[in-house]
């Protein structure tokens, strides 16, 4: 039976990850910008909420057979008059934004505006040649690029934030020999089992915490929809930000043990943050490419970011989620055993920082 897993382990390991726990939690630091973060995405919600409810149809006054063509447009808001004169009046005391009347022209209409042309109800009246989408979405292109970053950011900072924060805490360890006095009570091993464990229930709690926050603020404001769309593309994001963080924080901490000093520990987890940071860049500049999607889907790095966006979109089949997660789990284990040699043999090196082929070697 592995180290992990027996009965003795298990209440040592809960150990090491109540103690990360209660340090995180009596960090001032770590409450107020985990407060802030909440208070962004609650009132970001809520401003989109109300902006979306807040925006106003251009106004205009109309006459005749102008009145239809107006309406049909459905983006402007229509007031009927008897005739032109009595339309230049509302244009005049602001009443209306333009008028609309009919002319003898080849267009049929006349827009009146003020002091200059009202170049968006122009626009809007203006004939458009037909397009044709050879495969149409369902999805507004500003909601999907929103959703897209949402999930980029919240996995680039939050991924970012622990990771920094569990190789902080092995470098203190190791420079104040706490970690001595760590590996005299419970094995290496179990040390890491409980770093990983701990900082990733708190890094989940901040995740389901921001979720329940965009759902309730999604709902409070009138975009239940919205929600109904994005709902299942955020449980999946959930699923695999917990695999993809345990693999994370697993890198983290190896990174940590490769150091002896706070200075050093930026070069050291200079990789992995490179790792975090190459897909949150990729979604953003391609979140409307189902090629880079597709690829993003099934690399463990960016399957967390990827997968769910492409669930999201509608253009992921029902079994390609539970193929990626597969591979991500398997990832997560064939790194966890990496990483857990590397933390047990560079744990106790003082000095300068290990070289991480020394740090494999048995």
Known sequence: MSTYSSPAALPAIWLVAEREIRMRLRSKAFLVSTGILMLVVLGSVIAG???GANQELPKVAAVGSAVAKAEETKALDVTEVADVNEAEVLVRDGSVDAAIVPSEGAVGLTVIGLDEAPSGIVSLL???PQVQLLEPSDQNSGIVYLVALAFGIIFFSSALTFGQLIAQSVVEEKQTRIVEILMATVPVRVLLAGKVVGNSLLAIGQIVIIAL???VGLLAT???ILLAEVGPSII???VFFVIGFVMLAAMFAAAGALVSRQEDMGTAITPITMLIMIPYFLVIFFYDNPLVLAIMSYVPFSAPIGMPLRVFLGIAEWWEP???LVILI???LAIIAVGSRIYENGLLRMGAPVKLKDALKA
Request: glycine content about 20%.
């Open 322 to 324: 539970l193929l990626s």
């Open 330 to 332: 398997a990832s997560t």
């Open 49 to 51: 909420g109300i902006f």
């Open 126 to 128: 203006s004939v458009a």
């Open 222 to 224: 009138g975009q239940g």
């Open 213 to 215: 926050l965009a759902g």
């Open 236 to 238: 999946w994001f959930l």
